[in-house]
């Protein structure tokens, strides 16, 4: 519900209320000519404007690396303690764009199936999201594609649209938006209901209806082989990727004392699924692309109900041979298309 | 278990058997004893096995749920893991995880004719469905072990085939790759798909479990198939490479399905369904 807005010069107020409320405030700002989210100290420093940041928010609740375990050898016995955080610190993500909050919502499913990862919860729990609404996406966006929305509320916990008079509605979605609200109330104005919000229009790229039927028909098909053809396999597209959640787990240890690591991986390299032996069930860019766009669009919707993409376009932007996941998927949805 | 489902318990090494040329067995035994007899599992399950300072490992547990107050696995050296565990010596620590994934289906089995056929190393995960049906034998019907080796030399588990052999009520067959055989081989010189087929294995209220190499698998199938055996009625495992055991890492899934969750064990029919991507 829209109750209140924010002038956009008193953003640095909210921040400071946030922070006088003990939340550690992450927000996008700009880092050797790069746009990352990091702690704030100076809300200045804080850059509402940029579409879309370089990685996403993913990293602060599944960080690239982070250490499940740490260990010590002694005269021949080991001790060993797990890293798993007591609490995690209360945060507040200010600033990142609907698509990289609705990640969060996809992730939560992957992460609670069965065995629940305690790491990933805990840093959820104590974050609380505010999205920003994008008001000028670019032709790399594609969220209303994958049933995502410029101004969608999935995985957030407050949601501000820019109007054109220098406000930001403010919608709560969740009891920790609310609290926001509370926390921020002396620097809010009540809404009118007659602003004008700025929220930018995504044309759909394709129909996702058409897409997972396809893939479901498809795993032998030549279509793999030859949007894969120019794939260098380096693996960016899952790094900036907000879903690519696939992890490797590694020691690493010296003679005193060493731990285990959890870090980021990517299908798309390939040793990802190489066997001791040698073997290697996906031994060519083609069966690895086909995995990194069935694992989104059919594999995660037959486990979890969901697509695992949420069209921020992250992955085409940074691809050195431009490759962009949405016409590779348009591509399959228009074969389906032109099939029936 | 802590609520953290990445730690491992700790173990420690009280035996080690050496099977074949870098190929050995390590008998586990929980250092706290508690958690050793609060300790489940059933035949099939898997664990990721850990050398601190080296990494984990995924094997299937080897030894059977019937002898309880230890865990076995069985590996051979061929990587950086691999090396480590063949590396240690008695008392010293593992890490272990699990149990992990689905099992075969023991209580289905009871009253049937039981085929176990293991081929090189995936003879561990069938040693351990052998054991846990000799411990369990009223339940079952005839049994009949097949094992396969490229080698006599390469043979796992070769003091535990000569107890089998030596068994009353256990039909024992054990063959080698042809060139494989030594002067003193007293089995089937052959591959095995072709001995299944000669020695005419029936299908009548059967079931199969069978684990080796994905291409031994393929061919045998093939031959238990002309021999009028469905496909429902074997079972094998996948071998896919795991990292977490958890169904997170994304490592080892076939098409929609997560090995280390929905599997390792499948049936044959499964894995006809299956992308062909393992």
Redesign the interface.
């Known amino acids: 519900m829209t109750e209140f807005k924010l002038k956009e010069a008193r953003l640095g107020e909210l921040v400071n209320a946030l922070k006088g409320e003990g939340y550690r405030v992450v927000a996008p700002v700009e880092e050797e000519g790069a746009f990352v989210f990091k702690e704030v100290n100076d809300p200045g420093e804080i850059r509402l404007d940029v579409l879309r940041t370089a990685r996403s928010i993913k990293e602060l609740f599944f960080p690239r690396v982070e250490p499940?375990?740490s260990?010590e050898?002694e005269g021949g016995?080991?001790t060993?303690r797990?890293?798993?955080p007591e609490s995690a610190r209360k945060t507040a993500i200010i600033g990142c764009r609907p698509c990289d909050a609705a990640s969060l919502t996809m992730l939560d499913k992957?992460?609670d199936?069965?065995?629940?990862?305690?790491?990933w919860f805990k840093r959820r729990e104590a974050t609380t999201v505010i999205s920003v609404a994008c008001d000028a996406p670019d032709s790399y966006c594609f969220c209303t594609s994958v049933g995502g929305s410029p101004e969608g509320t999935m995985g957030s916990d407050l949601l501000m649209k820019k109007t054109s008079d220098g406000y930001y509605l403010l919608e709560a979605v969740t009891e920790k938006g609310r609290s926001v609200l509370e926390t921020a109330k002396d620097v809010l104005e009540p809404a009118t209901g007659d602003e004008e919000v700025q929220v930018g229009d995504v044309p759909r790229q394709f129909d996702l209806e058409h897409v997972k039927p396809w893939l479901d028909k498809n795993?032998?098909h030549d279509y793999w082989d030859e949007i894969s053809y120019k794939c260098l396999s380096c693996g960016v597209c899952a790094f900036v990727c907000p879903t690519c959640?696939?992890?490797?787990?590694?020691?690493e240890?010296d003679l005193e004392r060493?731990v285990?690591l959890?870090s980021w991986?990517s299908?798309c390299l390939p040793i990802?699924?190489?066997?001791?032996?040698g073997?290697n069930?996906?031994a060519t860019r083609g069966?690895r692309y086909r995995q990194r766009v069935?694992?989104k669009f059919?594999?995660y919707v037959?486990?979890f109900g969901m697509t695992a993409c949420v069209g921020c376009g992250r992955c085409s932007v940074s691809c050195p041979i431009d490759m962009n996941i949405c016409t590779v998927v348009a591509g399959a949805a228009g074969q389906a298309e032109a099939s029936t | 278990m802590?609520?953290?489902?990445?730690?491992?318990y700790?173990m420690r090494v009280e035996e080690i058997t050496d099977e074949a040329p870098d190929i050995r067995t390590l008998r586990l035994v929980f250092q706290d004893e508690a958690e050793g007899r609060k300790f489940d599992f059933r035949a099939g399950q898997f664990g990721l096995f850990?050398?601190?300072?080296?990494?984990?490992s995924t094997f299937c547990i080897a030894s059977p749920p019937t002898q309880k107050g230890y865990i076995e696995c069985s590996f051979q050296k061929?990587?950086r893991v691999?090396r480590a565990l063949h590396d240690l010596e008695i008392g010293d620590?593992v890490?272990f995880r699990g149990p992990y994934g689905n099992w075969f289906p023991l209580d289905e089995m009871k009253g049937k004719n039981i085929i176990l056929i293991g081929m090189g190393i995936g003879l561990a995960p069938v040693r351990c469905v052998i054991w846990n049906c000799l411990d369990l034998r009223d339940d079952f019907r005839d049994i009949t072990i097949m094992v396969g080796s490229r080698e006599v030399g390469l043979l796992v588990y070769k003091r535990e085939i000569k107890q089998w052999e030596e068994m009353s009520g256990v039909k024992l067959v054990k063959t080698v790759d042809p060139g494989g055989e030594t002067p003193d081989w007293d089995g089937e010189v052959g591959f095995v798909p072709t001995v299944v087929e000669q020695i005419a294995l029936s299908p009548e209220n059967a079931v199969v479990v069978m684990c080796g190499p994905?291409i031994a698998i393929k061919f045998t199938l093939a031959a238990l198939d002309n021999l009028g055996f469905n496909a429902e009625q074997i079972y094998t495992t996948l071998?896919?490479?795991m990292?977490?055991g958890?169904?997170?890492?994304?490592?080892c899934?076939?098409?929609?399905v997560?090995v280390c969750?929905d599997g390792p064990v499948f049936t044959a029919a499964q894995l006809r369904s299956l992308?062909q991507?393992?």
């Not at chain 2, 802590?2 to 491992?8: G, K, L, N, R």
């Open positions: 499940t375990l260990y050898f016995s080991v060993c797990s890293e798993i992957l992460f199936w069965d065995y629940r990862d305690e790491y795993f032998e959640h696939c992890f490797d787990i590694q020691d240890a060493g285990r959890k991986d299908c990802f699924t190489l066997h001791a032996s073997h069930p996906r069966a069935m694992h059919a594999y037959d486990k | 802590s609520a953290d489902i990445y730690e491992p700790f850990s050398v601190f300072g080296e990494g984990e061929a990587g691999t620590t890490g994905p071998e896919n490479k990292k977490c958890l169904g997170k890492c994304g490592r899934n076939v098409g929609n997560y969750k992308p991507e393992f």
